[in-house]
């Protein structure tokens, strides 16, 4: 276990380079379990999440070999078990995205029930729906969830909410089964994108990924392929917020200014100058003290969950009161009680935190409840007088490589120690 010991009041400034996405990566591993022919999957950012997705695979009967520029390459040839362990699938919800595969290809699927960030109740009906209206069935017992096809078939499947997951799991499991299916209200995540262009490279065939309605050709084998996951706009993201509020002049590179619409437009609302420097850079200088703005979390192309506690780090130092709506989640505002203690004034209503800004924040111990309230609170941190001890950091590089060392390399005053507690 680690700490993380941050000293506030450095401006970041200069140069980062963002990795490979977490939220594109997983699926897109645990599809290549779909062909009998390896692949070799690009951009892999170093996470602790990449490593539990690699082992369930390996777990399955898969080989999976890292390569030494950050490639990792899957051949899915022997994957024999259905069974996904319950210590894999309790560390992190995401395994939960080999049940499409495994169904699809081996015809039965046992999954632990998904664990992970415990950001609310998280139900997997959808998934299951999903995978009942392609012919299976489903059956749960002993915390399993087991499901059983002889053969998939394309259907219509209706998703009541446009869950990330599910969409994807959908989309895996039909492109591997007979015949046309389409997902309605699918989510429409850049994540979702990248996933179906990687099934269409496998030999499906996928139209209107990103839209409202996904349509998937299935076929009865698919072949591996060599991948380049997209940037992480939720890292991306992060970095912007960590420029605006050190009053910095950082320039994130690698990402897709598309993707980060509705944290641009937020960040310039709060006062910060965002320029689009090109198609894979965005430059990001902070105000002197940002503005309070209020948002409301959404799916894509809403402002994002991912990015709920890092913006409200902001808005904890802005001039005004902010009203952050949480609506994607039910139970993420793990960090308020957190950031309390940086002496940040927040209240609680309901779905809604109504944040009144002050000038300054001030160093405290904290713990990091969760992936992205961890990195919120070191964002504050940076921004707040004194020092910050942050514990519980293995939830943050569950999804952020190097993140001390990327704040490091702009100027941030970041070391990690080890906790002795
Ligand atoms: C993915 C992301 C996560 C992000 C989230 C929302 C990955 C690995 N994780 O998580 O970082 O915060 O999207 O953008 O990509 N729901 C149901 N039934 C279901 C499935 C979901 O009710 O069967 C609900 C959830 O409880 C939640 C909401 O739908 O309230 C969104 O969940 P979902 O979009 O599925 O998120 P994940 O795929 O788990």
Known sequence: MERAIIRGGARLCGTVRMSGSKNAVLPVLAASILAGS????????RLDDVLTICEVL??????????????????????????????LVRR???????????LARLGHAKISLPGGCAIGARPIDLH????????????????????????????????????VGATENIMMAASLSEGTTFIENAAEEPEIIDLGNFLSNMGAEVRGAGTKV????????????????????????????????????????NVVPEHLKPVIAK?????????????TQVHVIGPERPQAADFKTLPYPGFPTDMQAQMMAL?????GTSIITETVFENRFMHVGEMKRMGADIKIEGRSAIVRGSENAWGAP?????????????LLGLRAQGITEISGLEHIHRGYADIAGKLRSLGGDIQRVPDLI
């Open 366 to 378: 904290v713990r990091a409840p969760d992936l992205r309230a961890g990195a919120a609170l070191m």
């Open 267 to 279: 960040l310039q609302e709060a006062g910060a100058r965002v320029f689009e420097e090109s198609e």
């Open 38 to 45: 390896p692949s070799i999957i690009r951009e892999v950012p």
């Open 128 to 163: 299951l729906k999903g995978f009942e209206a392609l012919g299976a069935r489903v059956s749960l017992g002993d915390g399993y969830v087991k499901v059983v096809s002889p053969g998939l078939t394309g259907q219509k499947v209706y998703l009541d909410f446009p869950s």
């Open 315 to 319: 808005m904890c130092v802005a001039d």
């Open 58 to 87: 390996q777990s399955l009967g898969a080989r999976v070999l890292f390569h030494s520029g950050g490639e990792i390459e899957v051949d899915a040839s022997s994957v024999s078990e259905t069974e996904a362990p319950y210590d």
């Open 214 to 253: 996904i349509r998937i050709d299935g076929r009865r084998e698919l072949h591996g392929v060599d991948y380049t996951v997209i940037p992480d706009r939720i890292e991306a993201g992060t970095f912007m917020v960590a420029g605006a509020i050190t009053r910095g002049d950082v320039i994130v590179s």
């Open 92 to 102: 992190m919800r995401a395994s939960f995205l080999v049940m499409g595969p495994l």
